[in-house]
């Protein structure tokens, strides 16, 4: 069948986008990696490294939740090369900015710019890649994409490590920015999506509220966000915490916060290969991800409760485990993208992963709740089942939508 073929210029789009997150992911990261140079270059020390640090971090999160709702309506409306073009030129000239920052008040601002840069990114990629490929093969552009990116989490720590001078950092985010803006010469071969572009014209686009206006939209939208959750719970709180897990379970030797993140972003890049290739050999994006996540249930229950006296090495392989089973992003972006119309995909597949990263606020305010009463390894507990039940029972509802065609509009 010579329309099941992927064309050259969809070769192209596939690896602009994923070029176009690895450096999304690489800046995302870098923050968390560089956070404490960068702070006591600007004077900071003690407490207020991790205080300050957490406020940066909301105050990057805030800019990516408001990005989701601005660029996926915006990429509705105007189309969805103009956000692949729009949002890596704000992200990359916010993050070689950073590079020159003295005090704390621009660094917060620069990184709600860049926040809001980042947010667009993922979304535009994946909508474009979607409505281009062939029904059969369009897990196969969103597996490269989301695999690709999620290196840029493994790059960001090896090149923040390559120099001990303690303004290094600053050169770490003048590589960002610079890779961004490199990479807007490749954006200029890339074209509109031809499902978008041939709308009919009286159709309704991007209007965000429209995910509201009825029950059914709105549930299955909800179902879309809940389905992600355990993504950012192993991120946000099993590896965050992984130092003092680590501690209380009697791990024999340090675990770093670095090193943590670095092999659980090395696990995600993997898994994200292998759940996408998962759901085009099932032909289905629904048992793909129930797969993955029954796993990491068992995965989470012994990183919790079976890891006790334990070397570091087995510790990080099950870090990174953690990280392959939680990679189920690329299956699940495809999986939401595909739920709605051409009119507000774009602000769907935008909105949607921004949430979910923002939903990771409500689950550490959950998880600092609950330490206090049930300490740390049963507060982590309480947030899994919580957070996986919600996910699972979301995939169950959801309608499956491998092969199916996406030119509709709601």
Known sequence: MENDKISAKAKMLIAVAALGYFVD???LILFSVVRNPSLMSLGLKGDELLNQGLNLMNVQMGGMLLGGILWGIYGDKKGRKSVLFGSILLYSAANALNGLVTDLNTYALLRFIAGIGLAGELG???TLVNETLPPSKRGIGTLIIAGVGAAGAVFAPIIAGLSSDPEWWRSCYFIGGGMGLAL???RLGTF???????MDTTVKRGNFFQLFSNGATFKKYLYCILMGLPIWYIIGILVFSA?????????DGKISGGDAIMFCYLGLALGDFASGALSQWLKSRGKAVLTYLFIAVGICVYYLFGMSNITTTHAYVMITLLGFFGGYWAVFLTFSSEQFGTNVR???TTTVPNFVRGALIPISLLFKFLIPSVGLIHAAAYVGVLCFTLAIYSVIQLK???????????
């Open 25 to 27: 992911v690489y800046d």
């Open 124 to 126: 535009a990629g994946i």
């Open 184 to 186: 807007l010469l490749l």
């Open 192 to 198: 509109e999506s031809s499902m978008y572009t041939e």
């Open 243 to 251: 130092p003092e897990i680590s501690k209380l379970i009697g791990i």
């Open 346 to 348: 774009m602000t769907v």
């Open 400 to 410: 499956e939508t491998f092969g199916k065609s996406l030119d509709y509009t709601e």
